[in-house]
């Protein structure tokens, strides 16, 4: 069974901190990794997308990506309460033209002001 | 808004009627899915359809039938369900051809069946 781990939460962080949310994942043939937001009662947000080992900067997002350790990360910089979401994590890996994605059950972001 | 819309956004039914989700992308993508998720479980993929061949069905039962007449429309027909159907069911597309292959989701319709 390929899966995604998250740690559920709450993960609660005061505002203008760092909220750091962790994922690993079992399948080694994945070959890329998402990070979406969902609001409650929204669809998933893709927020940030990584390939290659290392770290991925979009504006406050940070993503780390470490695939010797089955690892992916992401860090977001001066928390705002508008943040305050579930973070799903993703592995994906070409299957026949397309691409299969695994996703974590999320983790519960609250932010508090 | 991603580009990708899914009617109706709220669906009650009965477990003997049949009704049908509607997904539209407007992104140019090639590959389109199903997805299904409850509560407190991981997003569960049902059905990928890869210019408009069906190229994935993950044992999902057969109440549930997928039909994509091209690649920019997809729908989910549902008859006879359960009330543990119940639950959001998310389109997503993407375009095969880029190396990032990102999916982009609808918003999704809440289906509640009594």
């Known amino acids: 069974q390929k899966e995604v781990e998250q740690n559920s939460g709450p993960l609660s962080v005061p505002e203008g901190a760092i909220a750091s949310l962790n994922c690993t994942y079992s399948?080694?043939?994945?070959?890329?990794f998402f990070w979406y937001r969902q609001y409650s009662g929204k669809s998933p947000e893709l927020i940030m997308s990584i390939y290659s080992n290392g770290d991925k900067e979009d504006g406050r997002f940070t993503a780390q990506l470490n695939k010797a350790s089955q690892y992916v990360s992401l860090l977001i910089r001066d928390s705002q309460p508008s943040d305050s979401a579930t973070y799903l994590c993703?592995?994906?890996?070409?299957?026949?033209?397309?691409?299969?994605?695994?996703f974590g059950t999320g983790t519960k972001l609250q932010v508090i002001p | 808004e991603t580009g990708v819309t899914q009617t109706p956004r709220h669906l009650v039914m009965g477990m003997t009627n049949k009704k049908s989700l509607k997904c539209e992308q407007h992104l140019g993508h090639n590959a389109m899915y199903w997805y299904k998720q409850s509560a407190k479980k991981p997003l569960e993929l049902m059905f990928v359809?890869?210019?408009?061949?069906?190229?994935e069905n993950n044992s999902v039962p057969s109440r549930f039938s997928p039909e994509c007449p091209n690649s920019s429309h997809l729908f989910l027909h549902l008859h006879t369900l359960q009330p543990e159907d119940s639950a959001l069911y998310l389109c997503?597309?993407?375009?095969?051809?880029?190396?990032?292959?990102?999916?982009?989701f609808g918003p999704g319709t809440r289906l509640t069946v009594l």
């Open positions: 399948d080694r043939g994945s070959q890329s």
């Open positions: 359809y890869n210019f408009k061949e069906q190229t």
């Open positions: 997503a597309s993407s375009h095969p051809g880029l190396a990032t292959n990102e999916q982009f």
């Open positions: 993703a592995g994906g890996s070409r299957a026949g033209g397309y691409q299969k994605v695994t």
